[in-house]
Structures are given as C-alpha cells and as structure tokens.
C-alpha cells in the first residue's frame, strides 16, 4: 500500500518569515494530493491540493509543488502570521477526488514565533 | 463543518463493550469514511463506503465494522473494546465529482 513520509515533525519560524514542509509518497499511481491545517481540538480542514497532472498550485500565502519523478511535494506558507500555527497533514490518494480513501503524513506541528 | 455530525463527541468504556460511533451528513455525498487518529501518527483510514452497498477495508479494519445504514449515515462499531483503540475517531464525506474530503468533529474514544 501507500506510504506517505512527512518532515520536519516540528519546525519553528519568526512570525513573517516562509515555512516548507516536504513530504514523499512510495505508490506512483498516486493521483491526488491534499494538505490539510488542524488545530488545536479541531477537525483536519482542506487549505490545499494538487492533482499530479500540475506541477505547482497557488492560493495566496499558500503554494504547493508537486515532483512526480522524485515522488515528493510540498507545502510553502509565506508571510507567517501567529494564526498559521497548527499541526499540518500531507495526504496521498489513488482514484478521482481521494475516492479510495487517503494516506496520512504523520504530521508537522509548526509554530509562529512572535 | 456542521453539515457533517458525529456522535458522542467523547465515549470512555471498559474492555469488552461494544460501542458504536455514528456519523451523519447532510451534503449528499456518496462517499464516507472513517478515520483514526493518534498522536504522532496521522490519520490512518479503517474503513470506507462508495454507498449504501459497497464497504471497503482501509489500513487498520481488525477489530473494527461499519454498517451504512443510508446515504447519510455510516457507523463505526468496536465488537469489543480494548485499550489501544483508544483515539480519536473522525468521520469524512466526499461527493462524485469533488475533490475534498470533510472531516466531523471527531469523537474522542477512551477505552479502560
């Protein structure tokens, strides 16, 4: 099956500064590719995603790239801000729209330094 | 997102209950599943559902069932509890067409 690897388990950025988190997958049929944002006693929310016909996907502060050769993507966050701090997920799923169900990252805790 | 519910939000049992944990929506997906969750370790998938007859196993379905009693409903029950199924449990929903997955709230299990 499907093995996702997700690092750094924590990183610690200054408040404005860009964060990156990397993250590989084993499975080359692997099509689709979420990031989720959870809080602290919250649910896992969507901030992200890319299918593996794009390369990179943009959403103002938030990009993410894709490198299907190398089986790796990642998250970028610009401009930090104290509200970005959270524990964020990578996901990779075979199937239209993650339809079998996705692969975790185990998680990276990132935190805003004011 | 209050269009996917689960109920309770916090369970504690003994060894060797059986429990059930129910999830609803109202979004009119076809696609729900279920999730576990545990500290340093992600979310791993138990089980999911394309509809009403059609279950699938995910990564971890030993010691798990679910029943999809309708579109909006599918329940995860623990034939008999035992400590390490001690996490937190999220439900998820995904319609055809779409690429997101919506998580409830989560219900917190603790299994003594």
């Known amino acids: 099956g499907e093995n996702v690897e997700q690092h750094p388990s924590t990183l610690s950025v200054q408040e404005g500064d860009s964060a990156v988190i990397k993250c590989t997958y084993s499975?080359?049929?692997?099509?689709?590719f979420p990031w989720y944002k959870q809080e602290l006693g919250k649910r896992p929310q969507l901030i992200i995603d890319?299918?593996?016909?794009?390369g990179e996907k943009k959403d103002q502060r938030i990009a993410v790239t894709l490198n299907k050769t190398a089986k790796h993507f990642s998250l970028h966050i610009t401009e930090t801000q104290p509200e970005d701090s959270a524990v964020y997920f990578c996901?990779?799923?075979?199937?239209?729209?993650?339809?079998?169900?996705?692969?975790f990252g185990k998680g990276t805790h990132l935190i805003i330094q004011p | 997102d209050a269009d996917v519910t689960q109920t309770p939000r916090n369970r504690i049992t003994k060894t060797g209950k059986r429990i059930m944990l129910e999830c609803s929506q109202t979004?009119?997906?076809?696609?729900m599943y279920w999730y576990r969750q545990d500290p340093g370790l992600g979310l791993r998938l138990i089980y999911y559902?394309?509809?009403?007859?059609?279950?699938n196993k995910g990564e971890i379905s030993d010691g798990y069932s679910v029943s999809r009693q309708a579109q909006a409903k599918f329940s995860l029950s623990l034939e008999s509890a035992i400590p390490n199924q001690t996490a937190l449990y999220f439900c998820?929903?995904?319609?055809?067409?779409?690429?997101?997955?919506?998580f409830g709230p989560g219900t917190r299990l603790t299994v003594l």
């Open positions: 998820a929903t995904s319609g055809v067409g779409t690429d997101t997955q919506y």
């Open positions: 499975d080359s049929a692997s099509n689709y």
């Open positions: 890319i299918r593996s016909n794009v």
């Open positions: 996901a990779a799923s075979k199937g239209r729209g993650g339809a079998d169900g996705l692969t």
């Open positions: 979004k009119g997906h076809d696609r």
């Open positions: 559902s394309f509809d009403v007859k059609d279950i």
